[in-house]
C-alpha cells in the first residue's frame, strides 16, 4: 500500500504518468516537462498563464526550474519496482485470497472482481474504469470529484464542479471519451501519414544494410586478393634473389678460380726467384775472381728439374754452377781461355752480356701482371642490375595486371599544343615560359589556353598515370573528348562539357566540369598526382601522392567519345607526365 501512494504522489496531473524530467512552477506544483510546455504554449494565444492545479496566473511565460530531488526520487523509485508495469490489480474486497481486478470504480476507489463488479453495477451507478491502484488521478484536486470532461482550450481534465463554477465556465468543453476519440483520430491521421515515411526509412535502412554487406563482402575478397598478390609478389621477389644469387656465386667461382690459378703462377715464379736469389748469395762467397766472373750467368740458366735436387741436397752441382751445358754432359773449361790466360776483360764482357741476356728473359716471363682494379671489373654489375631491373619489371608487370588496370607510356601531341608552351625532348613534359615557340598554325592546334592533349586516347578499361607538377603559377590536369573546341572561351579545359580536370594554384585545387567549381574536401601538400580512368564504369579520379595517398576527387560521367589526356599550364608552370 505504502508504494501505491508513493507512486500516487509521483505522477504528473496532465498525463498521470511518473514524472518525465520534472519541473515546478513557483506555485510549488510539479509536472513533466513535455506535458506544462504543451499546455503553457496553447494558453500562450489567449496572453495568460495558469497552473493546471491550482489556477494561478502569470503574466508572462512562467519560468520552468529543474526540480532535480524530485527526478531522483522518481529513479528511485523504479529502481526498487523492477516489475510495476507488470503489477496486477486486484479485487479490493476479495481480501481472503487475491483476485485480479477487471474494472475499477472511481467514486468508490475501490477495484473489483467479476462478482463484485455485478454486485456493483445492480446498487450504483458509478463511473468505471480500467483496473487501477491510481485513484487520485482521476479525481480533480480541488473538488475531490471524478474527471469526466476534457477542456481543449486550457488542455486539462475537468470535473462537473469545474464546468460550472471557476475559470472554466463557458468553456467548450468535452466528454472525455469524446475527447479521447477526437484524440485518436488525429492520431491515427498522422500515422498515415507517417507510415509512408517510416516504410521509405525502413527501406533506406534496408538498401544501407545491403550496401553495407555488399562492401563488407567487396573488401573481404579484396583483401585475400591482396594477400594473394602479396603472397605472388614474394614468390616472385625470391625467384629474383635465388637468380641474382646464383649469378653472383658463380661469376665468384669464375673469379676466384681464375685468381688462384694466377697465384699458383706468381707462386712457381717467386719459387724460382728464391733460388735464384739463393745462387747469387752463393756465388757471392766465391773468392776466386776468374772462377766468378766466368760463372756469373748460372742464376739465370738453372733448370726447374734440378732445383729439387739442389734443395736436397744442399749443395752446388755442376749444372747449377753453368759447368755443364745439359743435363747429361760434363762441362769443361775451353782449353783456348785457360791457354790464353784468361783475359779477365774479356771474360767480363762476355758475362755482362750473358747477364743482360738473362736479366731480359726474366722481365719477358713476368710480363702482363693482372692488377686489381683489372680483377674487380670482372665482376658484372652491369649484368647484374640487368636482371634485377628485368625481376623489377616483370613484379610491376604482373601487380597492374593482377589489379586489371594499364599503365600507359603517355606522350605530349606537339600539333595540339599552344604556340606558347615548351615541350621537353622525351615529350612529357609541358611548360609555360610566354615565349613564342614560332608553331605553325594547325587544325588540331590550341590557340586561346596554353594547353596540350596527348597523342593516345582511352575509349575502354581501366588506366593509370601520374603526373608532376613544379608548384609555380597555375596548372590544369585531366581528361577531355578530341571534339573540344581550339580557339574560343569554349576551349578552355573547365569552360565546357568535353572535359574533366584538376586544377591546382598556391597548393590549393579545384575541379572543374562544364563551368562548374567543386573544391575538394583535401588540398594537395605534395606536387604528385595520380590520375585513374575506369572508362566503363564512367569514373575519373585524383589522387595526392604523398603518405599516406589521398583522394582528391572523383567525376562520374558516360563517356562517350575516347579520351585524351590534356594539360594546361600558366605563369611559368610545368607539368612533367612520370613514366
Given at each position: 500500500?505504502?508504494?501505491?501512494?508513493?507512486?500516487?504522489?509521483?505522477?504528473?496531473?496532465?498525463?498521470?504518468?511518473?514524472?518525465?524530467?520534472?519541473?515546478?512552477?513557483?506555485?510549488?506544483?510539479?509536472?513533466?516537462?513535455?506535458?506544462?510546455?504543451?499546455v503553457l504554449d496553447a494558453q500562450e494565444a489567449g496572453g495568460v498563464y495558469s497552473c493546471p492545479d491550482c489556477r494561478v496566473e502569470y503574466p508572462e511565460h512562467p519560468a520552468l526550474e529543474k526540480n532535480s530531488k524530485l527526478s531522483n526520487i522518481v529513479k528511485r523509485f523504479l529502481s526498487t519496482q523492477p516489475d510495476m508495469d507488470k503489477t496486477r490489480t486486484f479485487c479490493s474486497y476479495c481480501t481472503k485470497s487475491p483476485v485480479p481486478a477487471v474494472k475499477s470504480c472511481l467514486q468508490c476507489e475501490n477495484s473489483l472482481c467479476d462478482d463484485h463488479l455485478t454486485v456493483h453495477n445492480q446498487t450504483m451507478d458509478h463511473v468505471l474504469s480500467e483496473p487501477t491502484s491510481s485513484f487520485g488521478n482521476k479525481k480533480c484536486s480541488i473538488h475531490k470529484k471524478v474527471l469526466e470532461y476534457y477542456c481543449p482550450q486550457d488542455i486539462t481534465f475537468l470535473c462537473v464542479s469545474c464546468c460550472l463554477v471557476g475559470k472554466h465556465r463557458g468553456h467548450q468543453v468535452e466528454l472525455l471519451d469524446e475527447a479521447s476519440e477526437k484524440?485518436?483520430?488525429?492520431?491515427?491521421?498522422?500515422?498515415?501519414?507517417?507510415?509512408?515515411?517510416?516504410?521509405?526509412?525502413?527501406?533506406?535502412?534496408?538498401?544501407?544494410?545491403?550496401?553495407?554487406?555488399?562492401?563488407?563482402?567487396?573488401?573481404?575478397?579484396?583483401?585475400?586478393?591482396?594477400?594473394?598478390?602479396?603472397?605472388?609478389?614474394?614468390?616472385?621477389?625470391?625467384?629474383?634473389?635465388?637468380?641474382?644469387?646464383?649469378?653472383?656465386?658463380?661469376?665468384?667461382?669464375?673469379?676466384?678460380?681464375?685468381?688462384?690459378?694466377?697465384?699458383?703462377?706468381?707462386?712457381?715464379?717467386?719459387?724460382?726467384?728464391?733460388?735464384?736469389?739463393?745462387?747469387?748469395?752463393?756465388?757471392?762467397?766465391?773468392?776466386?775472381?776468374?772462377?766468378?766472373?766466368?760463372?756469373?750467368?748460372?742464376?739465370?740458366?738453372?733448370?726447374?728439374?734440378?732445383?729439387?735436387?739442389?734443395?736436397?741436397?744442399?749443395?752446388?752441382?755442376?749444372?747449377?754452377?753453368?759447368?755443364?751445358?745439359?743435363?747429361?754432359?760434363?762441362?769443361?773449361?775451353?782449353?783456348?781461355?785457360?791457354?790464353?790466360?784468361?783475359?779477365?776483360?774479356?771474360?767480363?764482357?762476355?758475362?755482362?752480356?750473358?747477364?743482360?741476356?738473362?736479366?731480359?728473359?726474366?722481365?719477358?716471363?713476368?710480363?702482363?701482371?693482372?692488377?686489381?682494379?683489372?680483377?674487380?671489373?670482372?665482376?658484372?654489375?652491369?649484368?647484374?642490375?640487368?636482371?634485377?631491373?628485368?625481376?623489377?619489371?616483370?613484379?610491376?608487370?604482373?601487380?597492374?595486371?593482377?589489379?586489371?588496370?594499364?599503365?600507359?607510356?603517355?606522350?605530349?601531341?606537339?600539333?595540339?599544343?599552344?604556340?606558347?608552351?615548351?615541350?621537353?625532348?622525351?615529350?612529357?613534359?609541358?611548360?609555360?615560359?610566354?615565349?613564342?615557340?614560332?608553331?605553325?598554325?594547325?587544325?588540331?592546334?590550341?590557340?586561346?589556353?596554353?594547353?596540350?592533349?596527348?597523342?593516345?586516347?582511352?575509349?575502354?578499361?581501366?588506366?593509370?598515370?601520374?603526373?608532376?607538377?613544379?608548384?609555380?603559377?597555375?596548372?590544369?590536369?585531366?581528361?577531355?573528348?578530341?571534339?573540344?573546341?581550339?580557339?574560343?572561351?569554349?576551349?578552355?579545359?573547365?569552360?565546357?562539357?568535353?572535359?574533366?580536370?584538376?586544377?591546382?594554384?598556391?597548393?590549393?585545387?579545384?575541379?572543374?566540369?562544364?563551368?562548374?567549381?567543386?573544391?575538394?574536401?583535401?588540398?594537395?601538400?605534395?606536387?604528385?598526382?595520380?590520375?585513374?580512368?575506369?572508362?566503363?564504369?564512367?569514373?575519373?579520379?585524383?589522387?595526392?601522392?604523398?603518405?599516406?595517398?589521398?583522394?582528391?576527387?572523383?567525376?562520374?560521367?558516360?563517356?562517350?567519345?575516347?579520351?585524351?589526356?590534356?594539360?594546361?599550364?600558366?605563369?611559368?608552370?610545368?607539368?612533367?607526365?612520370?613514366?
Amino acid at each position: 500500500m505504502a508504494s501505491a501512494d508513493l507512486r500516487d504522489e509521483l505522477n504528473c496531473s496532465i498525463c498521470l504518468n511518473l514524472y518525465t524530467d520534472p519541473v515546478s512552477l513557483r506555485c510549488g506544483h510539479n509536472f513533466c516537462r513535455s506535458c506544462i510546455v504543451s499546455v503553457l504554449d496553447a494558453q500562450e494565444a489567449g496572453g495568460v498563464y495558469s497552473c493546471p492545479d491550482c489556477r494561478v496566473e502569470y503574466p508572462e511565460h512562467p519560468a520552468l526550474e529543474k526540480n532535480s530531488k524530485l527526478s531522483n526520487i522518481v529513479k528511485r523509485f523504479l529502481s526498487t519496482q523492477p516489475d510495476m508495469d507488470k503489477t496486477r490489480t486486484f479485487c479490493s474486497y476479495c481480501t481472503k485470497s487475491p483476485v485480479p481486478a477487471v474494472k475499477s470504480c472511481l467514486q468508490c476507489e475501490n477495484s473489483l472482481c467479476d462478482d463484485h463488479l455485478t454486485v456493483h453495477n445492480q446498487t450504483m451507478d458509478h463511473v468505471l474504469s480500467e483496473p487501477t491502484s491510481s485513484f487520485g488521478n482521476k479525481k480533480c484536486s480541488i473538488h475531490k470529484k471524478v474527471l469526466e470532461y476534457y477542456c481543449p482550450q486550457d488542455i486539462t481534465f475537468l470535473c462537473v464542479s469545474c464546468c460550472l463554477v471557476g475559470k472554466h465556465r463557458g468553456h467548450q468543453v468535452e466528454l472525455l471519451d469524446e475527447a479521447s476519440e477526437k484524440k485518436k483520430q488525429k492520431l491515427r491521421q498522422y500515422l498515415n501519414e507517417l507510415n509512408p515515411q517510416k516504410a521509405e526509412i525502413q527501406t533506406r535502412i534496408q538498401s544501407l544494410h545491403n550496401h553495407k554487406v555488399k562492401i563488407q563482402k567487396k573488401v573481404s575478397e579484396k583483401r585475400k586478393n591482396v594477400n594473394k598478390l602479396f603472397m605472388n609478389i614474394k614468390e616472385q621477389l625470391e625467384i629474383a634473389e635465388n637468380k641474382v644469387l646464383s649469378k653472383i656465386s658463380r661469376q665468384e667461382i669464375e673469379m676466384v678460380s681464375k685468381i688462384s690459378d694466377l697465384i699458383k703462377k706468381m707462386e712457381i715464379k717467386e719459387d724460382k726467384l728464391s733460388r735464384k736469389m739463393c745462387q747469387m748469395e752463393k756465388m757471392c762467397c766465391v773468392t776466386d775472381p776468374i772462377r766468378l766472373l766466368q760463372e756469373s750467368d748460372i742464376t739465370v740458366s738453372s733448370r726447374g728439374d734440378d732445383e729439387d735436387t739442389r734443395e736436397d741436397s744442399g749443395q752446388i752441382n755442376a749444372e747449377e754452377v753453368g759447368l755443364v751445358p745439359g743435363e747429361d754432359e760434363v762441362h769443361v773449361p775451353d782449353p783456348k781461355v785457360q791457354d790464353n790466360g784468361t783475359d779477365p776483360k774479356s771474360v767480363l764482357e762476355e758475362s755482362d752480356q750473358r747477364a743482360s741476356l738473362s736479366d731480359n728473359s726474366v722481365e719477358a716471363e713476368e710480363e702482363a701482371p693482372v692488377s686489381d682494379n683489372e680483377m674487380a671489373d670482372d665482376l658484372e654489375d652491369v649484368l647484374i642490375s640487368s636482371i634485377l631491373h628485368r625481376s623489377m619489371k616483370d613484379v610491376v608487370t604482373y601487380v597492374t595486371s593482377e589489379l586489371r588496370f594499364h599503365v600507359p607510356d603517355i606522350l605530349l601531341d606537339v600539333d595540339t599544343a599552344h604556340t606558347k608552351m615548351v615541350l621537353s625532348e622525351d615529350m612529357k613534359t609541358a611548360t609555360d615560359l610566354k615565349e613564342n615557340q614560332g608553331r605553325p598554325e594547325m587544325p588540331g592546334r590550341f590557340q586561346s589556353y596554353n594547353q596540350i592533349l596527348s597523342r593516345c586516347s582511352f575509349s575502354s578499361g581501366r588506366h593509370y598515370y601520374e603526373v608532376e607538377w613544379n608548384q609555380m603559377g597555375q596548372c590544369g590536369i585531366g581528361m577531355c573528348y578530341p571534339s573540344i573546341e581550339r580557339n574560343g572561351y569554349q576551349s578552355g579545359i573547365a569552360q565546357n562539357d568535353k572535359s574533366w580536370c584538376l586544377a591546382m594554384c598556391d597548393k590549393k585545387c579545384s575541379a572543374f566540369h562544364n563551368s562548374v567549381i567543386l573544391i575538394p574536401d583535401v588540398n594537395p601538400i605534395c606536387p604528385t598526382l595520380g590520375v585513374f580512368l575506369d572508362y566503363e564504369a564512367g569514373r575519373l579520379s585524383f589522387y595526392q601522392l604523398c603518405d599516406p595517398i589521398r583522394h582528391l576527387h572523383t567525376f562520374r560521367a558516360s563517356f562517350t567519345e575516347p579520351l585524351h589526356v590534356i594539360l594546361y599550364v600558366l605563369d611559368e608552370a610545368s607539368v612533367k607526365i612520370r613514366s
